[in-house]
């Protein structure tokens, strides 16, 4: 069981916004201030789209943007598009007491 | 542009051992830190280890604590993965990837190298 819980599933239709969490218990677990997001297609290897909550690499759309409040970090992708369907995971640095740990998973359906 | 090419999987027998290579090629491995991740059939992601640049430090995975070793020669830009006593819950696709420099996300990822344990 992950220490970060995201949604197994999410859905929407083209041109949509959809909003994926990931949520965590204390920040004594999760470190809230480098949570970073990735985009696994089936088959293929995983690809990072935001880092540090909410800066995207080089090359990444701007339609996916991140954010924080509280215990719970947030991707959203505005403007869906059919290649969107994918998998994606949450994954936080590590703090006092863990390591780097991953989310469960959330997969993303465009209608 | 950044590479990383896992090589050595494949089928071992359990408590067995494997070793997984890791070629990175388009930047100065020897600046980045370097993690392995896998993941299990139908699974999620799994961090394993993490080595830092000039491989003084070393962190696991509760789960491959004692069994598994990350190495790296810098000279010949390569990571390595060995895995000792084998388990049948360690099959997965073991990912090679990189650190991002200054930070604590994993910016390139390589393809993966399956790792089935059965007998």
């Known amino acids: 069981q992950s220490a970060l819980t995201q949604p197994a599933s999410v859905s929407g239709s083209p041109g949509q916004s959809i909003t994926i969490s990931c949520t965590g218990p204390?920040?004594?677990?999760?470190?809230?201030?480098?949570v970073s997001w990735y985009q696994q297609h089936p088959g293929e290897a995983p690809k990072l789209m935001i880092y540090?909550?909410?800066k995207r690499p080089s090359g990444v759309s701007n339609r996916f943007s991140g954010s924080k409040s509280g215990n719970t970090a947030s991707l959203t992708i505005s403007g869906l598009q059919a290649e969107d369907e994918a998998d994606y995971y949450c994954?936080?640095?590590?703090?006092?007491?863990?390591?780097?740990?991953f989310g469960g998973g959330t997969k993303l359906t465009v209608l | 542009q950044v590479q990383l090419v896992e090589s050595g999987g494949g089928v071992v027998q359990p408590g067995r051992s494997l070793r997984l290579s890791c070629a990175a090629s388009?930047?100065?491995?020897?600046?980045?830190?370097m993690h392995w991740v896998r993941q299990a059939p139908g699974q999620g992601l799994e961090w394993v280890a993490i080595?830092?640049?000039?491989?003084?430090?070393?962190f696991y995975a509760d789960s491959v604590e004692g069994r598994f070793t990350i190495s790296r020669d810098n000279s010949k830009n390569t990571l390595y993965l060995h895995m000792n006593s084998l388990r049948a819950e360690d099959t997965a696709v073991y990912y090679c990837?990189?650190?991002?420099?200054?930070?604590?996300?994993?910016?390139?990822w390589g393809q993966g190298a399956l790792v089935t344990v059965s007998s």
């Open positions: 204390s920040s004594d677990v999760v470190n809230y201030n480098y």
């Open positions: 080595i830092w640049s000039d491989g003084h430090k070393k």
């Open positions: 990837t990189r650190r991002t420099y200054g930070g604590n996300s994993f910016d390139y």
């Open positions: 540090d909550v909410n």
């Open positions: 388009g930047f100065a491995f020897s600046d980045y830190g």
């Open positions: 994954s936080s640095s590590p703090t006092s007491s863990t390591l780097w740990v």
